[in-house]
């Protein structure tokens, strides 16, 4: 059974995620001591600043108590804490938990793209330290192919939902394309810096940054790939940029109508694209009436930001749509392989019933020729293959139907077939529902911990 146990930024406050996340480098080693102190048999561990996820295969009930109860330990935290800010998910649950995760669904910003590639680099270390097998490494594959095309068909991560990604939506509407243009940065702050990086993400190549205190803008300039000029020299950069981007602490407006005015003729008609984050605003709002001049304030972004987020929602609904699909696929792909131990119990179960017949009827057959031995012997064969066909089929179909876990208890107790060993694997296949699983073993129907603590964003 797949189990998922995890905090993220709605179960856990901030400070309990700092001390709980895994840091990079010691990922292989604690892999290698969950598997030992969980007892489980495959191993995913996903921690990013907002997320701490162990996902693992075990044929043990309760795998979840013992990985809370590792979590707790291998971080040096409380179980208590643990247990009062983590979520539990079993079977389907999980599988589906993971699928929205990659495609952004469970984010602090819906549909945010990095969590893929966070995803992404905790399977290959998992798999690189020999930490998966067949069920994690088919599933996070699927899960893969599946964010894909999420992303692909829905959009989720094309509309802006922060006020520095809406400041470059908006310029790439005015320029079409950013690529080869110029910026102007007015102030070294957080929210400037970020929005500077969308600009350069978008292909704004030449990037002027200015601040009151040089060093700062020296600093952020030489992170950012760009130039710092004094504050003094604003004015004179407006004639020459496409694009200003402004966020200072000012109390009073830094950009007048009257700077603009002057600088639009040696523009010569270029068009000019201010973006004001700041509050209070840092460009006089008069600026607006100019010709040829374009500036958005924060109330403007804060729109789009507020229709980006509408738009992320239904192209979350319609991933939710789709994810289920996508987990109803891998939940027939699971059941047909949990199928193999079943099938060939039951394949070996009657042809050994055929095999004790022939041996209690051998002294009848002693008279008979080694032909006619083989003939029977074939004959016994045969005919068991042919009462064995009707039930395999029906159990294949039950698994397409989902239905294979409560018909291979039937079959197992119908035909006297023993539990599968927790640990017997001969092929690399998953164990089947069964003694090692709860009883019931369909797919959970929820969390085991409900969800404590925290808010969405």
């Known amino acids: 059974m797949i189990t998922l146990v995890g905090m993220n930024h709605r179960s856990a406050p901030l400070d309990l995620r700092e001390r709980a996340r895994i840091p990079e480098d010691e990922l292989p080693a604690a892999l290698a001591k969950l598997k030992e102190a969980a007892g489980v048999e ?36 409380e179980l208590s804490e643990v247990e009062r800010h983590v979520y539990d998910y079993e079977g389907l649950d999980a599988a589906r938990h993971v699928f929205g995760v990659a495609c952004g669904l469970d984010s602090m910003v819906l549909g945010e793209p990095q969590i893929l590639g966070q995803v992404k680099r905790a399977y ?40 520095a990604y809406a400041a ?20 070294a702050g957080k929210m400037t810096e970020l929005a500077a990086r969308h600009l350069a993400g978008q292909g704004v190549s030449d990037l002027t940054i200015t601040n009151r205190t040089y060093a700062r803008a020296a600093v952020l300039a030489d992170g950012l790939g760009g130039s710092a000029i004094p504050w003094d020299e604003f004015p004179a950069a407006l004639a020459r940029v496409d694009i200003v981007l402004t966020g200072t602490a000012a ?4 950009v007048s109508r009257a700077q603009v005015r002057d600088v639009l003729r040696a523009r010569r008609g270029k068009p000019l694209f201010i973006v004001d984050i700041a509050v209070p605003r840092d460009v006089e709002p008069e600026v607006r009436s100019l010709d040829g001049v374009y500036l958005y304030d924060i109330d403007d972004l804060q729109g789009v930001v507020d229709a980006g987020l509408d738009e992320r929602r239904k192209a979350a609904d319609e991933a939710r749509r789709l994810l289920d699909l996508e987990v109803v696929a891998f939940d027939r792909w699971r059941q047909s392989v949990e199928l193999g131990p079943t099938i060939a119990a039951l394949r070996d179960r009657l042809h050994g019933v055929g095999r004790e017949e022939i041996e209690r ?17 074939e004959l016994m064969r045969s005919a068991m293959q042919k009462v064995l066909h009707g039930p395999i089929v029906a159990l294949k179909a039950a698994a397409d139907r989902g239905e294979a876990a409560p018909r291979v208890r039937m079959y197992r ?28 073993d369909a797919p959970s129907r929820g969390p085991h911990r409900v969800i404590q603590g925290g808010r969405d964003t």
Not at 251 to 254: D, E, F, K, Q
Not at 361 to 377: T, Y
């Open 42 to 77: 495959e191993a995913v561990i996903v921690a990013t600043c907002n997320r701490v996820e162990l996902i693992a295969r075990s044929a043990r009930p309760g795998a979840a108590n013992e990985i809370r109860a590792f979590l707790a330990a291998a971080r040096g935290l």
């Open 361 to 377: 009827f051998a002294r009848r057959l002693s008279g008979m020729s080694p032909e006619h031995k083989a003939a029977v012997e």
């Open 413 to 440: 107790e119908i035909f006297g077939l023993a539990e599968p060993h927790a640990n017997a694997r001969g092929t690399g296949e998953a164990s089947e529902p069964g003694a090692a699983d709860p009883p019931g």
């Open 124 to 163: 290959e270390i998992a798999r690189e330290a020999g930490a998966t097998g067949p069920v994690l490494d088919r599933l996070l594959q699927h899960v893969f192919a599946a964010a894909k095309r999420v992303r692909t068909s829905t959009g989720i991560s094309r509309h802006a939902v922060s006020v």
């Open 168 to 187: 470059a939506t908006l310029a790439r509407g005015i320029f079409d394309d950013l690529r080869g243009r110029s910026a102007l940065l007015l102030g």
């Open 251 to 254: 109390a009073t407006p830094v």
